[in-house]
DNA sequence: CTATAACTTGGAGTCGACTCCAAGTCAAGG
DNA sequence: CCTTGACTTGGAGTCGACTCCAAGTTATAG
């Protein structure tokens, strides 16, 4: 079972969830190393480059920049980790930032399950439809309501967009 | 006690990281609400507006566009939450995304980890200048080292941007 | 009375990350 | 042989989110 199984652009484009021109503009900037050709040109990618991208994707979705992506791929690249502490520490740091914003989007979890809980009691007359808060994919909700942060988004006040017709 | 603290937008920006052009900026997009002036037209800003403002902040920082960070203000402003079952679903599925974000950012912290710990038992002789990896600011290091989402970015192959000269 | 500092506004410019387009190549089908 | 479709390239255009600027106002200090 030599041959392992290739991709042509586009199926990688399905798999990934990362449009063509995404991956060829990707591959331009270098973030991702230039893709193997057949013959005729055409890009191929295996498990390994579709693996790449959905790390990119994953990393993209928690809303780091693209140059903050590309160290992440040397390390994955190669897996030569502490052969330049420069990079460690690169790594060390964002792993800092990662933790903090795991906590950031906690916080955010139970500033939502505050506000659904609070809808919860205030109604429960009304219809029923797609009730229930905490028993739906995730069986892992917190047993602390609230995070340790402060949580102090609570008094917020917003109401934009409709001051009083002078806003302009 | 009364009077309320006030801050201008010099202070709120200290205060929430935010630049005062991108507060302005925010206002301007009726992110936030238009803020009180004082006689001479400057912004005021009361503890109620830094924290949405610290809201957005943690927001966007989860990657979050502004435009769905909107209706988390509508939401945090009146504290009107079941009585449009349409921002109750907007919330709900807010949720399950920022779930899945943290998923994804654990898997991360995971791969950093195991890049980290591969590095370190292949060195283990070089100085030791700022090492350990999980007794800094975070006390919540998820006892199981990978997670439950199989953990695919290992075999990942980058090494980009050195293709042999022909690229461009 | 004037200079400085802290603001105001409207609008232009920038930057990252795509997204779209035109023109061209190649392989297979009718 | 011509068309269709899946690709290629280079480059232009778009969009979100700022960021910067110029001109003007007001308050305080010298």
Not at 106 to 124: A, H, M, P, S
Not at 125 to 154: H, N, R, W
């Amino acid at each position: 079972m030599k041959e392992e199984q290739i991709f042509s652009i586009k199926e990688t484009a399905e798999q990934t969830g990362i449009s063509e021109d995404t991956i060829r503009y990707y591959e331009k900037i270098a973030l991702l190393p230039r893709a193997d050709r057949k013959d005729n040109g055409h890009r191929v990618y295996r498990q390994e480059n579709i693996n790449t991208i959905r790390l990119i994707a994953c990393l993209k979705k928690t809303g780091m920049p693209l140059e903050e992506i590309r160290p992440f791929l040397v390390v994955s690249a190669d897996a030569d980790p502490a052969e330049y502490p420069e990079l460690v520490e690169h790594l060390r740091s964002h792993r800092e930032n990662i933790i903090s914003q795991i906590a950031s989007l906690q916080q955010v979890v139970d500033f939502i399950d505050i506000k659904l809980e609070e809808g919860r009691y205030q109604r429960d007359c009304s219809d029923e439809s797609q009730a229930g808060v905490s028993e739906k994919t995730m069986g892992e909700l917190k047993p602390k309501p609230v995070s340790t942060v402060e949580m102090s988004y609570f008094s917020v006040s917003a109401k934009a967009g409709n001051s009083s017709s002078s806003a302009r």
